[in-house]
């Protein structure tokens, strides 16, 4: 065996234990593990392809919905249940609540990957900061549109179907934990493989320069949808966990909450590093740490200490921390180094 | 959906005369915007903020007893320095970076001051009464507050004292020099330093004026900033960076866009409807570029 396969074991056997060894823990592991996959998937357009977005935001919240809706609408008449603010007229039993959600759960990752193959044509042909305010514009406009929607709970809300009363109160952290550390691995095994092909090298050419691998003959368009499904499916996917977790979506503070979730996935994957397997899982390890105890020592000061720690991390870590470790140990990322040169270039600093 | 518009014919005169009054306002934040972006390519998400704290300090001077209106002159003194102030602190720090850098500082800079204004102010949406009273036009069929006329007068007046400034004033000629090629201006001599903090003061002092004009007008809230971060966005892209004219009209078109659609479509869908607005601006200008083989950049 090598290190790397000892590493990956190491992690899923850790993965598998952590709701035992730390119960009190297991709602923070599950968004923690949403967050990873949030954060991973915004490297795919961020990091790898150059196309810094904050509308991932829009299929997270999409997958939230749909999860959620149609749960509910597989038994029971939606627009009755949103009115009733979700109260106890109508009750899943355990198997509808399961089949529910796995439905749920394939639409809302399937959903917005249809969503993002349709606006992608369209917007990918934008590029550098047109892109990135015309993807913030579709996050908040969706927002804004879906608050006003009335089959949805408009202003007042979603409360989604609560977990049935099988295996008493453990069960519903541990069965969320499962599901999120599940789509955590699908995601990583899925990122994983496609940076190990030739899809992730043209995703670089467009970063690096896109007119150059146009001429290059790489139909650039294409795989630029393509990169954007593929977090767009991952995004729904834990998007619709989440509505599961949180157990209420509201249009601008949970759903397409730019504000909050929206910046995070970009900030995780700064924070991390860009362009790289392990800096979005490591930004986002660090970050969701760093914010429970933001949250909770400084309790309604914790976004005044989020736009601090926004500004701290683009002006002084915009490599992040893989970048850091890797210009301060790049054996370790199998670059050759000539000392000579090294202390040439740390005399001229 | 409420038809209205079309059965009553003095509420889209009501909704024009709005909209070209409240544009007004758009078209002097989005010239502040244009200004700063085109001096040191930086595209401010914290413009909305800058606003509204330019609105609430016109209205602590309502508060503390002093005529809102005052506020005009006062408030883009203060926020000069705060516009500086800025700059020191986060802005030269990004000047020369990747643009993304500065749009995701600048959001942190906006989340900042939103929360700060949300603590010191309160979340309640608040109004700086200035007392003005009503116009009334064409048999009372359209009502336009003065205070609305009065805001568009004073942002005509400060946007012809800018462009005059900018044509003859020595700092003037140095920002439009920097604008043009900041590496020659350097070279000619102009401290570009202190030319971007300038231009990032006058780029706040005019969201100080208009934040100001906005709480007499209308009304603030600390989580208002961003749509006005977009409209001015929106317009500047319309029209182009240094065409005046052209912010102007756009900044009335987009005023009177939002007037209808907050008639047609309802309120609550206002703020939704602008945004969707600057989504389809950009891929129509994206298809319309694309067959030339060109790109929006």
């Known amino acids: ?349 | 959906m409420d038809f209205m518009v079309f059965q009553y014919p003095m509420i889209t005169v009501q909704a024009c005369l709005d909209g070209i009054l409240l544009g007004i306002l758009f078209a002097l934040i989005a010239y502040g915007m244009a200004l700063q972006w085109g001096v040191m390519n930086i595209i401010n998400i914290a413009q909305g903020d800058l606003v509204i704290l330019g609105g609430y300090i016109a209205y602590f001077m309502y508060l503390y007893g002093i005529h809102p209106a005052w506020g005009v002159i006062v408030s883009p003194i203060i926020m000069y320095f705060v516009g500086v102030g800025i700059y020191k602190l986060v802005i030269n720090k990004v000047v020369d970076r990747d643009l993304f850098i500065s749009i995701l500082a600048t959001f942190g800079i906006s989340i900042l001051f939103m929360q700060l204004m949300n603590f010191a102010f309160g979340a309640d949406v608040v109004l700086a009464n200035s007392g003005y009273g009503t116009t009334f036009l064409f048999d009372s069929a359209v009502v336009l507050p003065n205070s609305k006329i009065f805001s568009a007068f004073i942002s005509i007046l400060f946007a012809i004292c800018l462009v005059i400034y900018m044509k003859k004033s020595k700092l003037g000629r140095a920002i439009r020099a920097t604008a043009q090629n900041a590496r020659a201006a350097k070279i000619l001599g102009v401290d570009t330093e202190k030319v971007y903090a300038a231009t990032f003061g006058i780029n706040a002092a005019l969201c100080g004026v208009a934040g100001a004009l906005i709480s007499i007008t209308f009304t603030i809230h600390p989580y208002m900033g961003l749509p006005y971060t977009i409209r001015s966005f929106m317009i500047v892209i319309v029209a182009g960076l240094g065409n005046l004219p052209g912010v102007a009209l756009s900044g009335m078109g987009l005023g009177v866009f939002e007037e209808f659609a907050d008639y047609i479509l309802g309120t609550e869908f206002r703020i939704g409807s602008v945004f969707l607005l600057l989504v389809l601006i950009l891929v129509y200008r994206r298809f319309k570029l694309s067959r030339k083989r060109e790109y929006l950049k």
């Open chain 1, 1 to 349: 065996m090598n290190k790397n396969s000892i590493l990956y074991l190491s992690i899923l056997i850790f993965g598998l234990a952590a709701p035992f060894i730390f119960p009190a823990f297991k709602v923070q592991l599950s968004i923690l593990c949403v967050l990873i996959v949030l954060a991973t998937t915004w490297n795919i357009q961020g990091g790898e392809m150059g196309y810094n977005t904050f509308g991932n935001i829009l299929f997270y919240g999409l997958g939230m919905y749909l999860c959620a809706s149609v749960q509910v609408g597989m038994f029971f008449p939606l627009a009755e249940w949103t009115e009733s603010g979700g109260e106890k007229t109508f009750v899943h039993t355990p198997t509808q609540f399961f089949q529910g959600m796995a439905v749920g759960l394939v639409v809302a990752a399937v959903v917005p990957t249809i969503v993002a193959g349709l606006i992608g044509y369209a917007i990918l042909g934008l590029r550098g900061h047109y892109f990135a305010i015309c993807t913030l514009g579709l996050g908040v406009a969706a927002g804004e549109i879906s608050g006003g929607i009335e089959i949805i709970g408009a202003g007042q809300g979603f409360t989604t179907p609560p977990f049935p009363n099988v295996g008493g109160l453990e069960a519903r952290g541990e069965f969320f934990y499962f599901l999120s550390f599940g789509a955590l691995i699908l995601t990583f095994i899925a990122v994983r493989a496609i940076y190990s092909t030739r899809f992730k090298l043209i995703l670089n050419a467009i970063r690096d320069n896109e007119d150059k691998a146009e001429a290059m003959g790489i139909e650039t368009m294409k795989y630029k949808i393509i990169g954007w499904m593929v977090s767009a499916f991952f995004c729904g996917l834990a998007g619709g966990i989440m509505g599961g977790l949180v157990g209420y979506i509201d249009s601008t503070d949970v759903a397409f909450d730019g504000r909050e979730m929206g910046v995070f996935m970009v900030l995780m994957a700064i924070l991390g590093g860009k362009g790289t397997l392990w800096g979005p899982v490591i930004g986002a390890t660090v970050f969701h740490i760093f914010k429970e105890g933001f949250w909770t020592f400084f309790l309604g000061w914790q976004y005044v200490a989020l736009g601090v720690l926004i500004v701290v991390i683009v002006i002084y870590f915009p490599e992040g921390i893989m970048g850091w470790l890797r210009e301060k140990y790049p054996e370790r990322f199998g670059e050759v180094v000539d000392e000579a040169d090294r202390k040439a270039q740390v005399e001229l600093k």
